[in-house]
């Protein structure tokens, strides 16, 4: 065998793979720049669930049910759970929080709050009173929100500063407190929520008194009180879903502050764009966004919890009474649910916002004034609209 001839065989290969290795490091790159684009709030693989109707309570004291998805006949039925004048400032009012998956069901205790301090509460088998509370007597924000278990219900009443939870089946109060300075003016707890890694805890901004408290939701005892700047006025607020997470409302300096739980620590704070009010938002399923209503335009600010910037503008239809009411999650996690609040002469309009792609996916418009729109099981839905409620009627007004 010739010797020279295979040691020349290999010197040459070993030159062939060198240069080869060379080229492919040296060679330009063929991979596409991607530009960062918001990323979905919901995995791509999720199913989308739409399973569920609406149960709206409007401004004057109608209860609807309404099918976000049809666009042919959204409007299933009605009844005046109670009858509130279209002549005073008496209003079926904002804001009712049930539990992020939470749907109302048969023979379930719903409340109705006015923001005048009553508190109607209906059973959903028949839609009738069946008890009324005398929170405050002024006109002014009232809130209501669930608990974690849906076994009890928190009221916040802004004008008498009280404070009170329920139990949800025996409709007893449990606690009330009431929070005003030593001047007897009220601190203005015009909101409220349970924390949901912790459901012995309550969070409640006190607007006039420039602090959010962590209540204790047994007792009534103030656990912890993160003090705000003067005049910031802390206004709504909500917790993520995973409760570690608290993003705060401010109507005096327009901005939403973000804080941990339960220490209340803060992480960052967004300065509302241009002249835009804050006023209520709500963050997505994995609490990755912010998404935050204003009061005074028909669009949704879209906020990053990493980097705490705006990161873009949804832009909602256009109405003759600008602002919105509330904005929730819908069971599941597909949507945001938006209530374009409007008034009991023009009406309003309830939007579906798709969390995957963060744009318009359903406009549900109503010749109502929905004040409150609560998930419902659609077997509930298809009861009542068979045998409680009367049929839809062209022109409704409330």
């Not at 960062?36 to 609807?64: C, H, R």
């Not at 408290?213 to 879903?241: C, F, H, R, W």
């Not at 099981?377 to 068979?386: A, E, F, I, P, R």
């Amino acid at each position: 065998m010739n010797y020279k001839l295979l040691l020349l065989i290999g010197f040459l290969v070993i030159i062939a793979i060198g240069f080869g290795a060379a080229y492919l490091m040296l060679k330009p790159s063929t991979t596409t720049t991607i530009t960062p684009t918001i990323t979905s709030s919901t995995s791509t693989s999720t199913p989308v669930n739409n399973n569920f109707y609406f149960l709206v309570l409007t401004q004057k004291g109608i209860g609807m049910i309404v099918n976000p998805f049809s666009t042919s006949s959204s409007f299933l039925g009605f009844q005046h759970v109670i009858n509130v004048s279209t002549n005073v400032p008496t209003q079926v009012y904002y804001w009712e929080e049930l539990p992020y998956n939470s749907m109302i069901n048969l023979n379930q205790i719903v409340l109705m709050p006015l923001n005048n301090g009553t508190v109607y509460a209906f059973n959903t088998s028949n839609m009738k009173v069946i008890k009324s509370f005398t929170v405050g007597n002024s006109i002014g924000f009232i809130g209501v929100a669930y608990s974690p278990d849906m076994r009890y219900i928190a009221i916040a009443d802004g004008p008498s500063g009280v404070v009170e939870v329920i139990n949800a089946n025996t409709l007893q109060v449990m606690w009330s407190q009431k929070f005003v300075s030593p001047t007897g003016r009220t601190y203005y707890p015009c909101d409220i929520r349970w924390d949901p890694a912790n459901p012995d805890i309550i969070l409640v901004p006190m607007r006039f008194n420039n602090s959010v408290d962590e209540i204790n939701a047994t007792s009534g005892e103030v656990i912890k009180v993160l003090s705000a700047s003067p005049g910031s006025q802390p206004y709504m607020l909500s917790p993520n879903t995973q409760g570690n997470m608290l993003a705060v409302e401010y109507a005096g300096n327009n901005s939403i502050g973000f804080y941990s739980l339960p220490n209340l620590t803060l992480l960052g704070i967004v300065k509302m764009p241009g002249s835009l009010v804050p006023q209520r938002g709500v963050f997505t399923p994995n609490g990755e966004y912010y998404l935050e209503a204003p009061s005074n335009a028909n669009q949704v600010v879209v906020i990053s919890t990493s980097s705490f910037n705006v990161v873009k503008n949804i832009t909602l239809p256009q109405t003759s009474s600008p602002g919105l009411a509330e904005i929730g999650l819908t069971p599941g996690g597909s949507y945001a649910f938006v209530i374009i609040h409007g008034n009991f002469q023009t009406g309003g309009i309830i939007v579906l916002i798709s969390l995957s792609s963060l744009s318009v996916a359903y406009e549900v418009p109503l010749t109502t004034a929905p004040a409150i729109a609560l998930p419902v099981q659609v077997s509930t839905g298809n009861y009542l609209v068979n045998n409680v409620l009367l049929p839809p009627v062209t022109g409704l007004h409330c």
